[in-house]
């Protein structure tokens, strides 16, 4: 690896970008009044909501690359750096159990995996490959991963259902999570969790397509074949996920199928582009300056993305837990009681329920700017 400037505006961007959306989407008014692109997908398919997880792995994987790079060339140490990296990951988990467990704290039936809990696995298990393999032996593990997924689910029988049944709660992935975490699953499911263990191994390859990109960027190549790369490494993923979803398994987020990785991973890079060109790479000024204004609300976000992600959710949550009592002697939610204003507006009950997630955000936003103009950076 060469050595790539210190931080790339656009990896900031990006990664704001991500946590800005999945902060909209994770936050409506009223969760059976959405936008179809602000939905997860049913179950096979995909909408924007369902890019947003995977695009943040991704990013995670490109941080990965260039931060490993830049210490692996100062001669850090590298079981040092790999326990150091490991603690990173234990903490993130924490954070997410935590999440999990408020605001009633039941621990009988408490679910252990999460969004941030996925992160933390993924970081553990992709910190060895990074610093150990190089990029045709990551090729080769995301291959037997993605390998190794597709016969479990196809092949493996599930007790008393049989191989290959890719339905809710069916899956040999829901099999293993009801196995081993019993109750501790997601509280809509009770019988699967979508960020379960098994469906971890594709959604680790997604981590280490983006670990590929951010090697592919802090290479000696000219940072216009760099995008050039990105594009056509998208476009190629994409048309790989739309095969995969024909022959072997469909796209699905729940499952993180390998088609589903693919497309997403697609998706990512071309998005990545989009803002890798004209913040860092353009030869113009006058573009680069345009486009710093623009995506300025994104940096900021992505300086503290982890953070303003886990405070969101657990305002999230005290806005549901804290109830205040009404005259006609009813209790009503703090969320509620801040949402009724909203909901007397005459905008119909979607456009309603969108406000109140914009408001929401819009929120979190003026907290990651503070903390932007403090110089506050929260490193977990």
């Given at each position: 690896?060469?050595?790539?400037?210190?931080?790339?505006?656009?990896?900031?961007?990006?990664?704001?970008f991500t946590?800005?959306?999945?902060?909209?989407?994770?936050?409506?008014?009223?969760?059976?009044?959405?936008?179809?692109?602000?939905?997860?997908?049913?179950?096979?398919?995909?909408?924007?909501?369902?890019?947003?997880?995977?695009?943040?792995?991704?990013?995670?994987?490109?941080?990965?690359?260039?931060?490993?790079?830049?210490?692996?060339?100062?001669?850090?140490?590298?079981?040092?750096?790999?326990?150091?990296?490991?603690?990173?990951?234990?903490?993130?988990?924490?954070?997410?159990?935590?999440?999990?467990?408020?605001?009633?704290?039941?621990?009988?039936?408490?679910?252990?995996?999460?969004?941030?809990?996925?992160?933390?696995?993924?970081?553990?298990l992709a910190?060895?490959?990074?610093?150990?393999?190089?990029?045709?032996?990551?090729?080769?593990?995301?291959?037997?991963?993605?390998?190794?997924?597709?016969?479990?689910?196809?092949?493996?029988?599930?007790?008393?259902?049989?191989?290959?049944?890719?339905?809710?709660?069916?899956?040999?992935?829901?099999?293993?999570?009801?196995?081993?975490?019993?109750?501790?699953?997601?509280?809509?499911?009770?019988?699967?969790?979508?960020?379960?263990?098994?469906?971890?191994?594709?959604?680790?390859?997604?981590?280490?397509?983006?670990?590929?990109?951010?090697?592919?960027?802090?290479?000696?190549?000219?940072?216009?074949?760099?995008?050039?790369?990105?594009?056509?490494?998208?476009?190629?993923?994409?048309?790989?996920?739309?095969?995969?979803?024909?022959?072997?398994?469909?796209?699905?987020?729940?499952?993180?199928?390998?088609?589903?990785?693919?497309?997403?991973?697609?998706?990512?890079?071309?998005?990545?582009?989009?803002?890798?060109?004209?913040?860092?790479?353009?030869?113009?000024?006058?573009?680069?300056?345009?486009?710093?204004?623009?995506?300025?609300?994104?940096?900021?976000?992505?300086?503290?993305?982890?953070?303003?992600?886990?405070?969101s959710g657990?305002?999230?949550?005290?806005?549901?837990?804290?109830?205040?009592?009404?005259?006609?002697?009813?209790?009503?939610?703090?969320?509620?009681?801040?949402?009724?204003?909203?909901?007397?507006?005459?905008?119909?009950?979607?456009?309603?329920?969108?406000?109140?997630?914009?408001?929401?955000?819009?929120?979190?936003?003026?907290?990651?700017?503070?903390?932007?103009?403090?110089?506050?950076?929260?490193?977990?």
């Open positions: 690896m060469s050595t790539q400037p210190a931080r790339l505006v656009s990896l900031d961007a990006f990664r704001g946590i800005a959306a999945m902060v909209l989407v994770n936050n409506p008014g009223d969760w059976g009044h959405l936008y179809g692109p602000l939905e997860h997908a049913k179950w096979n398919g995909w909408t924007f909501t369902d890019c947003i997880f995977p695009f943040f792995l991704f990013v995670g994987g490109v941080a990965m690359a260039l931060s490993l790079g830049r210490l692996a060339a100062a001669g850090a140490d590298k079981p040092r750096l790999l326990a150091k990296l490991a603690k990173r990951a234990l903490l993130i988990f924490l954070i997410g159990f935590l999440l999990n467990f408020m605001p009633y704290f039941h621990l009988d039936r408490v679910r252990i995996p999460g969004v941030l809990q996925r992160i933390a696995l993924c970081t553990l910190a060895p490959i990074v610093v150990y393999c190089g990029w045709r032996m990551q090729l080769v593990v995301i291959a037997a991963l993605l390998s190794l997924y597709s016969v479990l689910m196809l092949y493996v029988p599930v007790p008393g259902i049989g191989a290959g049944v890719l339905e809710p709660g069916q899956d040999f992935g829901a099999w293993v999570d009801r196995t081993l975490l019993g109750k501790h699953l997601w509280v809509q499911s009770k019988t699967w969790d979508p960020e379960g263990l098994v469906s971890t191994l594709p959604a680790l390859c997604g981590q280490l397509f983006g670990v590929l990109a951010g090697r592919w960027l802090a290479s000696s190549v000219d940072r216009g074949r760099q995008v050039a790369g990105l594009i056509v490494a998208g476009v190629a993923c994409v048309a790989v996920g739309m095969f995969l979803d024909i022959i072997l398994m469909p796209i699905n987020k729940s499952l993180w199928t390998p088609s589903y990785c693919f497309l997403m991973t697609g998706l990512a890079s071309l998005a990545f582009s989009a803002f890798y060109w004209p913040l860092d790479v353009s030869p113009s000024l006058r573009i680069r300056s345009i486009a710093a204004r623009g995506t300025r609300p994104f940096v900021i976000y992505g300086m503290n993305a982890l953070f303003i992600f886990a405070f657990f305002i999230a949550k005290m806005l549901g837990y804290v109830k205040f009592a009404q005259p006609d002697g009813s209790l009503r939610t703090l969320g509620q009681t801040l949402y009724a204003p909203i909901a007397a507006l005459p905008l119909g009950a979607v456009n309603t329920s969108l406000l109140h997630a914009v408001l929401f955000d819009a929120c979190m936003f003026l907290i990651a700017w503070g903390m932007w103009r403090k110089k506050w950076f929260v490193k977990v």
